[in-house]
């Protein structure tokens, strides 16, 4: 098996992430680290080396060298135009709040609340070329292509069916980014060689979009384990208006790295933490 940790620099790393580490790590021979930087407001260069710090000090070393997001964007870009030639993206010059929202949350359902505006009207290269826009999937033509919504199936054999309500128009680039969450982790978990996506099932909802595009760009289809999230022991999410206990404030208090690591492999969480669903 080949799995990936695949964090977005926005932040210190938190408990939610170690376990998210240990599991992929404890289930690769092989186990790529990935930075996703593409989001041009919340990813933060500096994080990338405290990534790799608690990374390090939980014992666990990638295979490799770790892929950054925001150098491999022309591979994206190849994807899409892949698309665009096939028809299957169409531009949406819908205002930013609207792209924003689907771009900077990978958690929920892929682009499902977009109304359609700009689907179907004919192209204009001049507004093209003069107002920025995006780019979105046209989900129904897709869908009509690969012959309805794609199911995936989990570590263990668990088949799961996707809904059309997952898979919407989702955005897979826009002007400020040159792909969408989506669109960069198709391509870069198939260029990997990625046989299994570990992540938490707070991204479950992202996985039958990300099947589609995997069948449209005739990608290798992997398995899955979507893992139950670390809360707090009350069931909060950990957030950091929630003082997420975060890996590096753990360090300083004194904690041992690789114990942390080894309890989290067996399923212990800390005092006042647990998983989702125990
Ligand atoms: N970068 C995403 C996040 O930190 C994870 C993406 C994935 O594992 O597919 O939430």
Redesign the pocket.
């Known amino acids: 098996m080949i799995t ?1 940790f ?3 620099p926005t932040g210190r790393l938190h408990l939610g992430h170690a376990y998210s580490a240990v599991l992929g790590r404890r289930h690769g021979e092989r186990w790529l680290l990935r930075i ?1 930087d593409l989001d041009p407001g919340r990813a933060r260069p500096e994080f990338v080396g405290g990534i790799i710090e608690d990374l390090a000090w939980l014992g666990l070393e990638p295979d490799g060298e770790p892929l950054v997001q925001s150098r491999r964007t022309h591979l994206y870009a190849e994807a899409l135009e892949t698309l665009k030639k096939r028809g299957l993206v169409y531009p949406c010059f819908c205002t930013r709040a609207d792209i924003a929202a689907s771009l900077s949350a ?2 929920g359902d892929a682009g499902s609340a977009y109304p359609g505006t700009c689907r179907g009207r004919p192209d204009d290269p001049a507004r093209r070329a003069s107002t920025p826009h995006s780019w979105r999937l046209h989900s129904a033509k897709a869908l009509d292509e690969v012959g309805g919504v794609p199911g995936w199936r989990e570590l263990g054999g668990e088949a799961f069916e996707g809904s059309a309500t997952m898979i919407g128009d989702a955005i897979l680039a826009r002007k400020d980014a040159p792909s969408s ?1 989506h669109l960069s ?1 198709v391509v870069d978990d198939w260029e990997s060689g990625v046989t299994l ?1 570990v ?2 099932a707070d ?1 479950r909802p ?1 996985t039958p979009v990300q099947r589609l595009l995997q069948i449209l760009l005739g990608a290798p289809e992997p398995v899955y384990l979507h893992h139950a999230l670390v809360t707090h022991e009350d069931g909060r999410r950990l957030a950091k208006r929630d003082a997420a206990p975060t890996l590096a404030a753990m360090r300083a208090a004194g904690v041992d790295g690789p114990a942390l690591a080894w309890e989290l492999a067996t399923g212990q969480l800390p005092t006042g933490y647990r998983l989702a669903g125990d």
């Open positions: 990936r695949a964090p977005s996703e990978p958690h969450y982790c996506v992540r938490g991204l992202s």
